[in-house]
């Protein structure tokens, strides 16, 4: 599955402030579905190391001004947020998803998450709150660190009456994972380790991030060459969903695998 990412903000690193407009967030929104995504993936507060907090009434006054049209017009869509109030609206709206780079860290929303039937992304990330801030965590401990991260989180959100069916895990990517490209390398490689302790869905996103780009803009030809590779390894190694930026090379590289047998 892919989920096609759609930034309804001012400040994200890849696309900032494209697509903030509703008319222009929502004709992106059709051309990512047309071109191969399955979900759209959005976001209305940035969560880069250089964005700056936006109040969960902007953030829903972002969403409100988009999501009824989409749909109408049948996209199934995901909510990228770690406000509560927002996850609550947006529980409320009736998404297909909710995607939260702190994993559900909030317990007084767990009785409304067990109500509901969306599916909920699971995102680790080595800090516990606010945008990602690049820490720096040595290359051998982030395995277990994300491991123990959905051991706890797994167990809480379960206890609380979440099917296990309904989760989602998502390592984090990126600085999600600490300063050092190194770790975010070591989580890749590490994806059937990661799909065989839990044997729930994953979902991986490196599309244009930081340590695919060598110091290059995130839509440099070369990046997204870069996010091809580091997407089609992802899926080698058992990553069920796909979050990316273009959806089109992914789903067409996608399909190439599928026909040589490199992935079901």
Same mark, same amino acid.
């Given at each position: ?5 759609l ?18 967030a929502?004709?992106q929104?059709e051309? $990512? ?11 209305a507060?940035?969560s ?5 907090? %936006?109040?969960p009434? %902007?953030e829903? #006054?972002?969403? #409100?001004?988009i $999501? ?7 996209l199934?869509?995901?909510i990228?947020?770690f &406000? ?13 998803? $909710? ?7 909030d ?5 409304e =998450? #067990?109500?509901?039937?969306?599916g909920?992304? %699971?995102?680790?990330?080595v ?6 801030v690049?820490?720096?965590?040595p290359?051998s ?7 123990r991260?959905f ?11 979440v099917?296990? &069916?309904?989760?989602?895990l ?7 994972l ?7 390398f070591?989580?890749l ?17 490196? &599309?244009?991030k930081?340590?695919?780009?060598g110091?290059q ?6 990046v997204l ?7 089609f390894?992802?899926? #080698? ?14 789903? &067409?590289? =996608? ?8 992935i079901r």
């Amino acid at each position: 599955m892919i989920f096609g990412i759609l930034n309804v903000t001012d400040d994200s690193f890849s696309d900032g402030g494209r697509f903030l407009e509703a008319g222009a967030a929502i004709a992106q929104a059709e051309a $990512l579905a047309a071109a191969g995504a399955d979900v759209i993936d959005i976001g209305a507060a940035s969560s880069n190391p250089k964005a700056a907090p %936006v109040p969960p009434e %902007v953030e829903i #006054a972002r969403l #409100a001004a988009i $999501l009824p049209a989409l749909k109408a017009k049948g996209l199934k869509v995901s909510i990228d947020t770690f &406000s509560p109030p927002v996850q609550r609206w947006a529980l409320a709206e009736g998404v297909d998803f $909710l995607n939260d780079i702190h994993g559900f860290p909030d317990d007084a929303l767990y009785p409304e =998450l #067990a109500k509901s039937p969306c599916g909920l992304v %699971v995102m680790h990330m080595v800090q516990e709150e606010g945008v990602a801030v690049g820490m720096d965590v040595p290359t051998s401990e982030i395995f277990a660190r994300v491991t123990r991260f959905f051991d706890h989180r797994i167990a809480a959100l379960t206890g609380a009456g979440v099917a296990r &069916s309904r989760l989602i895990l998502d390592p984090g990517m990126g600085f999600f994972l600490g300063r050092d490209p190194a770790n975010s390398f070591e989580m890749l490689r590490r994806l059937p380790e990661l799909k065989a302790r839990y044997g729930l869905p994953l979902l991986v996103s490196v &599309s244009r991030k930081s340590f695919l780009r060598g110091g290059q803009p995130p839509d440099a030809p070369a990046v997204l060459g870069a996010t091809l590779a580091a997407e089609f390894e992802a899926a #080698a190694g058992g990553a069920d969903i796909l979050r990316t930026h273009a959806p089109g090379p992914l789903r &067409s590289g =996608l399909n190439i695998l599928k026909e040589l047998g490199k992935i079901r």
